[in-house]
């Protein structure tokens, strides 16, 4: 036996030849280097009447062969450079039971080979395998003749040797015509040029080739297009003999492939024409680029003059919008087209596509030198309506195909959508127009409803009793301090809080008595839902818990620029008002939502109180915001005024309106501004 390491490397190559498939083989395979064992599979161990396979290694091959045998393996293994070849001898095994054998000699390496893979086998079971592969020779046969690919066998010299029937089926030729015959026979010179070229290369270096597309002439001399594939064929000494393979008829394929081709490149000029609509251009610019991208078109059959009509102003006539390659004679008599004069006149008539090879009785229109042609007018309409005639020009005696009309009308019905659109558009516009207007309107009311607010300068002694509501709240805390002074950590809690809350009334107070001079707020980057947190703390501590109050706030934090003290007490406004308009045990809701501005599209959010009252009564909707309007006896009128107020100097608006349940809703929307993203 050799060393571990080269029975290892040994196995590898072994391996790499045959596998776990010889290892399983019923016949005598080892792997000798310089003639002698190096790796033995099973039943090579039992045919040399060894033990194992391990009791190989190191033994000699040729050693186990009787006489002449012998000598004729030992000259083909034990050599440096190991020959391929074939040979029968008797194998003496050391159990005594000698028998005729076959033996085949396959060398590993490409060049100076000095290890082989040597295969052995009864001389009988060789007869057996002949008559297997007879067996499989016939059904091959059967399989192949039964296949719907052409099976072909080349040799050396590109000469067909093999040829099953279904060429008749192809090609239209017999066997018998084809046998003996080049393939670059069948095809037609410049195609058999083309493919011996490719085609040189495989028969210098032999190797498997697939999908090579090819052209041939049928019998009845129609092309036919083929996809062939096959692999080398090489003689057991390794002699290059020719190639196999199959021919398949893609000719069909090919042709749907095109159809698809053609059809996307149909698709790109709609979806161009389209993109072009959405492009701040002129309609007449619009229709001068898709005249000019379909007289482009690699599929169609046309010549570079063309035009485009719409339908004018005075009905019943067309107007020429677009032309490419029209003679100045041609554009003066078509600037003006009546309906029914000449083919384009008469496809807006009829509402049909006319076709002409050639010049007929039906064109009307004749200048001096016109060349031959012919023409498509597709009229271009929308729900029945004509809004305009597609003038194209071919040549002369031009194939009237029913796939070029069909795109024809495909780009006119697009054409006829993008002019719709764009009168929608102009419609929109008007209404776009209107809308400013409205909006312009209201910025004027905001105005003047500003300078009401200034007025409530002479009110500011009214406006500081909305300090009492907080102020109930920091008694409560100051009388719970009082009952909880045993608890010095909680004492100072609370006095804290009563601390903030007379800071922040004192900063309102000043506010509001500097109301009628200033129109600012102190806006500052402020955590949102702190905020509101705080403020619904402090009303609860003013309003007490006769009402519950639900908060509906982002989960993460919510960071806007505003002034928190004026924010505070907006909100202090609307929860006021939201628990003395709900019901007795009401719930009242807060929520932050993130919202757009109609008006705008500007990004934001939308502080909303929420009540489960009777609603705004739609006779007092428009007056809710008014100063001094009220509907209680002992209202002010200057809460909502204060919120609209607010949120204008915060470049927001208030809005009010009934909720579908009942009760109302109080909207503060705050523009999101440079610290609006969630942090």
Request: proline share 5%.
């Amino acid at each position: 036996m050799g060393s571990r390491g080269d029975n290892a490397k040994g196995a590898v190559a072994f391996g790499r030849w045959a596998g776990e498939l010889i290892e399983g083989s019923s016949h005598l395979i080892c792997l000798c280097r310089e003639g002698r064992i190096e790796h033995l599979n099973p039943a090579g161990a039992g045919a040399l009447g060894l033990a194992c396979p391990e009791d190989g290694g190191g033994l000699a091959l040729a050693d186990f062969f009787e006489g002449e045998s012998g000598d004729a393996l030992g000259k083909l293994v034990n050599c440096r450079y190991v020959a391929a070849g074939r040979m029968q001898g008797t194998l003496m095994p050391r159990d005594g039971d000698t028998r005729k054998v076959d033996v085949e000699v396959i060398p590993i390496g490409e060049k100076e080979a000095h290890t082989a893979v040597v295969e052995v086998h009864d001389i009988v079971d060789s007869a057996r395998q002949l008559a297997v592969l007879r067996d499989s020779e016939r059904r091959f046969r059967d399989l192949v003749e039964c296949s719907s690919d052409w099976v072909w066998a080349i040799d050396q010299d590109c000469v067909y040797t093999y040829v099953s029937p279904k060429v008749r089926d192809i090609l239209g030729y017999e066997v018998e015509e084809v046998l003996g015959r080049e393939p670059f026979d069948l095809m037609p010179a410049a195609e058999a040029e083309r493919v011996r070229r490719e085609f040189t290369p495989y028969l210098e270096d032999p190797r498997p080739f697939a999908n090579l597309e090819n052209i041939n002439l049928h019998k009845d001399r129609r092309l036919i297009v083929l996809e062939t594939s096959g692999v080398p064929i090489f003689s057991p000494a390794g002699t290059f003999r020719g190639y196999r393979g199959i021919d398949r008829d893609i000719t069909e394929r090919k042709r749907t492939h095109e159809e698809i081709r053609q059809n996307l490149v149909n698709l790109d000029i709609i979806a161009t024409i389209l993109r072009l609509s959405l492009q701040p251009i002129s309609l007449d610019d619009l229709l001068k680029q898709a005249l000019s991208l379909v007289l482009s078109s690699p599929n169609l059959g046309l010549l570079s003059q063309g035009c485009i009509f719409l339908v004018g102003e005075s009905p019943g006539e067309l107007e020429l919008k677009a032309q490419t390659g029209l003679p100045p004679s041609l554009l003066e008599s078509c600037r003006r087209l009546p309906f029914g004069r000449c083919l384009c006149g008469q496809a807006a008539q009829s509402g049909k596509t006319i076709f002409a090879d050639r010049v007929d009785e039906r064109h009307e229109i004749i200048y001096p030198a016109m060349a031959p042609h012919g023409h498509y007018c597709v009229p271009i309409q929308s729900d029945g309506e004509v809004l305009g005639v597609i003038n194209l020009y071919v040549p002369e005696g031009h194939e009237h195909l029913r796939a070029e009309e069909r795109f024809l009308s495909s780009v006119a019905d697009t054409l006829a959508g993008v002019i719709r659109r764009r009168l929608a558009e102009d419609e929109l516009r008007r209404h776009d127009l209107e809308r400013q207007f409205s909006k312009l309107s209201g910025e004027y009311h905001r105005v003047i409803q500003m300078e009401k607010l200034s007025a409530m300068g002479m009110m500011v002694g009214e406006i500081a009793h909305q300090i009492n509501n907080p102020l109930v709240g920091v008694l409560n805390m100051a009388q719970l301090a009082e009952r909880e002074a045993d608890d010095p950590a909680r004492t100072r809690e609370l006095l804290g809080e009563i601390t903030a809350a007379g800071e922040h009334c004192r900063t309102f107070l000043q506010r509001m008595l500097e109301f009628t001079s200033i129109s600012r707020s102190d806006r500052k980057p402020t955590d949102m839902n702190t905020l509101i947190a705080g403020t619904i703390s402090l009303f609860q501590q003013s309003a007490g818990n006769a009402h519950p109050l639900v908060t509906d706030l982002p989960d993460e934090a919510v960071t806007l620029k505003v002034d928190p003290v004026l924010i505070r007490h907006a909100l202090f406004n609307l929860l006021s008002n939201a628990v003395q308009a709900s019901r007795p045990g009401g719930t009242v809701i807060v929520c932050l939502t993130p919202e757009i501005a109609h008006d705008e599209g500007t990004a934001g959010w939308s502080l909303s109180v929420i009540d489960h009252g009777e609603g705004i009564p739609d006779d007092i909707v428009g007056k809710i915001f008014t100063p001094f309007f009220s509907t209680r006896s002992n209202g002010t009128g200057l809460g909502l005024p204060v919120v609209q107020h607010v949120a204008i100097l915060h470049e927001g608006h208030v809005s009010a309106a009934n909720m579908p349940e009942g009760g109302a809703c109080f909207a503060i929307w705050l523009p999101s501004g440079e610290c609006g993203d969630w942090t």
